[in-house]
């Protein structure tokens, strides 16, 4: 039987996959209405959250979900304080989109890994 930490991996391999791709597909696409440029402007945050967090999770080895939560919501504020860095940096750019993307990545991981949970991991 496969071993359930294995899960997290397969998760940051196939957000990682999918957020590189789709950011770059989102490159090509035209985005003419308010809802294709919101999602031109927050996939790569929304994906970044996704992609960290399992990565994280992976490494520490969090089987319940009390510890997964606080590593997603650490990885959500530490991208979003990084956002508000970017006000002071000369070279940056400051985006509230990406600080929305940032929260929906949080809201999607944190469901993700309550499912995860349930499924492959005993609760406690």
Sequence with gaps: MTDPRNTDL??????FILTSLGVTLM??????????GFIHD???NTGG?????????????YRTIKPRIW???????????YEFIQIFLPW???DFHD?????????IAIGINLMVVSIFFKKG
């Design 10 to 15: 397969f998760l940051f391999i196939a957000f």
């Design 27 to 36: 490159r090509f696409l035209p985005h003419h209405n308010a809802t294709m």
């Design 42 to 44: 927050t996939s790569a």
């Design 49 to 61: 959250v996704l992609t960290i967090s399992s990565l994280f999770i992976w490494f520490k080895d």
């Design 71 to 81: 590593g997603i919501l650490s990885v959500g504020l530490g991208l979003a304080a």
């Design 92 to 94: 940056a750019t400051f």
């Design 99 to 107: 600080i929305l993307g940032t929260l929906i990545g949080t809201v």
